[in-house]
């Protein structure tokens, strides 16, 4: 026979049940609530014994690179996360920390993710109670973004450290409110002579390291109102007592709170000397310039009373005005002798105009000209002496005048120097060509004399530019003058704001262009096509001239 149920009984195991209901409710909610919190840290929690892992969050699942928690709790061993070369160091710690043993709560190491990346964490160990038996947690900060500024900031250092030690200039740090040196590289010391315990922790004050007393208060102000200084020259002293010339740059760095100053100097003590004696040599060389100029002027003037006498002499003989020298040879050495003076003249009016274009004394007067006069008037000049080297020589010229402005004695002087360097050095049989047209785009003004001659090297060519360059040696050449024809002529036609351009080949001949600039051009419709002209040919002596 069942026995009666008390109903007073069964209200109370009910009233228990719905209690127990209510507190597993309460704790899941608490469970769940919990997970949240621990999901929702930013740092990595691993909860183990040292091998399976018993809790993680979903941050070290994101940390580790996996796909879910579920995979992270199916790990055989989560100490292999570690890093190879940490894994020894941290199973000691999990070891200790299971055991109780002593063991850190703070520390820094290396893991790797799924894909094989390192990655630095931050981490705080310790001991807990996992169902009853003890367990490790740690929670872990991915600090590798720190790691790698860190590194990045001690190779600069590094960097930074070896420059300052293996630069060849002197480096200094001195505090920017006394002048103390904090520090100073090795230059600094090999090229001031003084020692490492006689500067550091001293001013400049102190050991006397300026020459002039302000010279620090001068550069402080400089880097308050410019933040810098560049090359700013100094004079320092030396132990020894000897001064040296020094240019310094200034910047101004902070180091723990305190305003340094980071020299950096350069010896210029013998580049100064250096500049001091050119500066004195081209002073002197100047002086003597000047000499040479006035003697020369002196000179000349000397010698045009007396060679002028010569030639009216020697002119008045070699014509026998006043009736027969009674000898054929005494009219032929006076003839001789007239030709030498002139060629004397020429040689001090080359020198004298020469002069006077290197001092800028010689003044132009620009008249309006065209091309075909100056050439034409030149090759009346130079015909005789062409005729006598049985030469030809041809002109080429624009169809329509090519008018400008330029100098005509001078312009003239210029060309009769290129033709007469052109007869002396052709051959017989040779051609040689004068002319004249307009740079096509420019308006620049171009007179070129070309020849069939022996030609030049590179090197003879600026031998030639030069006041007295021959292109031979006087001791082996077969031709006569003073080496003052083309230097003569350049400074001429650059006292015209023109070039003059010598193209030459040994055995090929020589092109001089003289390029006058637009300025100089007048206004013309003219068309530029050139147009050669070879003049009416006659024999004489077995070859042919030009004919004017």
Request: glycine share 8%; with cysteine; charged share 25%.
């Amino acid at each position: 026979m069942t026995e009666p149920i008390d109903v007073m009984d069964a209200a109370a195991r009910i009233r228990e049940l719905e209690q127990e209901v209510v507190r597993l409710r309460a704790a899941q909610s608490a469970a769940s609530q919990l997970h949240a919190i621990l999901d929702g840290s930013p740092q990595a929690i691993l909860i183990h014994r040292g091998a399976a892992p018993l809790y993680v969050n979903l941050s070290f699942v994101r940390l580790v690179g996996l796909a879910s928690r579920e995979e992270a709790l199916r790990l055989p061993n989560c100490i292999e996360v570690a890093h190879p070369e940490d894994r020894a160091f941290v199973i000691g710690q999990v070891e200790a920390r299971i055991a109780g043993r002593g063991f850190l709560q703070h520390y820094e190491a290396r893991i790797l993710d799924t894909k094989g990346a390192t990655i630095w964490v931050d981490c705080y160990a310790s001991r807990i109670v996992w169902d009853g038996e003890p367990a490790a947690m740690v929670t872990m900060t991915d600090i590798t973004l720190r790691k790698k500024i860190e590194a990045a900031q001690r190779r600069s250092e590094k960097l930074l450290s070896t420059v300052f030690r293996m630069s060849p200039d002197p480096i200094s740090l001195t505090t920017m409110k006394d002048g103390r040196y904090v520090d100073v590289n090795e230059s600094f010391l090999k090229a001031l002579g003084w020692r490492r315990a006689d500067v550091v922790g001293r001013t400049s004050t102190e050991i006397g390291f300026w020459k002039d007393s302000d010279f620090r208060q001068r550069m402080v102000e400089a880097l308050k109102r410019d933040g810098f200084v560049r090359d700013l020259p100094g004079k320092v002293r030396q132990p020894n007592g000897e001064v040296r010339d020094f240019i310094y740059s200034v910047d101004v760095i902070q180091f723990e709170e305190e305003n340094l100053l980071l020299g950096i100097g350069r010896d210029v003590t013998e580049l100064k000397r250096s500049a001091d004696r050119l500066r004195e040599s081209m002073e002197s060389a100047e002086l003597a310039n000047r000499a040479k100029s006035e003697f020369l002027a002196n000179m000349s003037h000397e010698l045009r009373t007396p060679l002028n006498a010569i030639l009216g002499f020697s002119e008045i003989i070699g014509g026998e005005m006043f009736g027969p020298t009674g000898h054929p040879r005494y009219v032929d050495y006076a003839k001789d002798i007239y030709t030498s003076g002139r060629m004397l003249l020429q040689i001090i009016d080359d020198l004298l105009d020469l002069s006077r274009v290197e001092h800028g004394k010689l003044e132009l007067h620009p008249e309006r000209l065209t091309a075909k006069d100056v050439i034409e008037g030149c090759l009346r000049l130079v015909d005789g002496r062409a005729r006598d080297a049985r030469l030809r020589i041809a002109t080429e010229l624009p169809e329509l005048p090519l008018r400008f402005e330029a100098d005509p004695l001078r312009l003239r002087q210029v060309l009769l120097n290129l033709l007469t360097n052109a007869i002396k050095f052709t051959p017989a049989g040779g051609n040689i060509t004068i002319g004249a047209n307009r740079i096509d785009g420019s308006g620049e003004i171009r007179f070129f004399v070309a020849d069939t001659g022996i030609g030049m090297t590179e090197a003879e060519m600026a031998l030639a530019l030069q006041p007295f360059g021959q292109a031979a040696n006087a001791m082996t050449r077969e031709h006569s003058g003073a080496g003052l024809g083309v230097p003569l002529a350049k400074g001429l036609v650059e006292l015209h704001g023109g070039t003059l351009v010598i193209e030459s080949k040994p055995s090929q001949g020589t092109r001089v262009t003289v390029t006058l600039p637009e300025a100089r051009r007048l206004p013309a419709a003219e068309p530029n096509r050139p147009v050669r002209v070879q003049h009416q040919a006659g024999i004489t002596a077995g070859g042919f001239v030009a004919r004017g």
